[in-house]
């Protein structure tokens, strides 16, 4: 039987979805708590990776087990640590896969513009500066589309040779003095959410203006961008496995 | 000179404001911080302690400085770790005292009562069981006013012989999934919000009647009130130093 699961994590305290040094993955832990159930190594396939400190109410995973199980999500969440949580489990047709059916994502990028907070400093992207809300909006707009991003993320053209990619919306919201910026589009690649906020932070504070951002992405060049925003601030919302629907 | 800051920081980093087993404390910490700009041993006094686990937007200290520095509360925060956060400084009269000259202080208690969330596991308490807030509100109006707290809190009699506390307000709020309880008081003694707390979220789960509260607080007696808040749910958000209004 093949399960279809979302999860949420705090990626403050992962090495990140897979291995990367000493810390514990996600991965890892949630093959090691079905592992326990299963009596038998069990892996699971993740929608993509997320990066260490970068954080996840959406990720979805699937896996196979021979036998049925009473309960199963309950099971695993308790075999989990209290950082990781099943929120959603079913039954899905064998051929589901988590990776390459794929149709959108979803990332949100969390600024506090406002006073430093010690609460919440493994949760959010901190900025003393002013951020111009209708400016971000404004350079928000030049990455909305089907765009070559060769310039926008870390992936060599060795590893993946098309870069294109299609963003479907980027939207800018400030909830008091937190900046939400939400980003939906058909798959990013490695860093590409963090070095677009990041650039967009700066379009925000004036260090950059709409025509370089434009330069930097028809430039196609990995040295073209420089900024990249901290993973703390990264959230995988969610994970589409339907068309992409304007919300 | 004498100062007066008011800090913020994640208790769940440190064995509370006093050191109470291996681990560092807020005190401590903050000590050693000011301690490294002064080159001489600085000691503080807080408006309290607050327990391992507890966070604070508005704890106060004061302490002594010989000399003037210039930024003083910019050094003090570049030496603490990202945990701690002075939010102001400001010089006081030399018989200012953070303890002594307390009029009121506030707490909130914050109770996730949706979706259990693994990003906020060390940021509020969790109730899977749905809570009945006309029910807390009714509640929370027994403790409100001039009562002996004898009942609910975890201070000997021996130890503090005059357990009258007033308790001016509590308010109980839904912010979505979060549900938000304030209190406003002359003074808490040790565990009382949590106490208070927990006896609110029991009476919202229909586990217990106004009446059997009004009786465990008219008993005045330690053993009538075994329910005790975790402490990753409390917040102290202010102290004051001039007599309450209600706000």
Known sequence: MRYKA??????????GWQVQNDRPSVQQTIEQ??????DQPVRITGSGRTDAGVHAYGQVFH????????DLRTSINSQLPASVYVRSL?????DFHSRYDVCWKHYDYLINN???????????????EHLDLDIMKEAAQIFVGTNDFTSF????????????????NITVAREDDMIRLSFYGSGFLRYMVRMIARTLMEAGKGK?????????????DKEACHYNGEPQGLYLVEVGY?????Q
Do not use: H
């Open 6 to 15: 979302i999860v949420s994590y705090d990626g403050s305290r992962f090495s």
């Open 153 to 168: 993320n870390a992936t060599g053209k060795d590893e993946i040779v098309n870069q294109e990619r299609t963003v479907y």
């Open 90 to 94: 079913e039954a899905v047709a064998d």
């Open 33 to 38: 708590a079905i592992s326990r159930i299963a």
């Open 208 to 220: 950059i203006s709409l025509g370089e951002i434009r330069e930097m992405l028809e430039k196609k």
């Open 63 to 70: 896996f196979d087990l021979e036998k049925t199980y009473r």
């Open 114 to 128: 406002g006073e430093y907070d010690p609460l919440k400093r493994d949760y959010c992207c901190f900025e003393r």
């Open 242 to 246: 339907q068309p992409f629907k304007m």
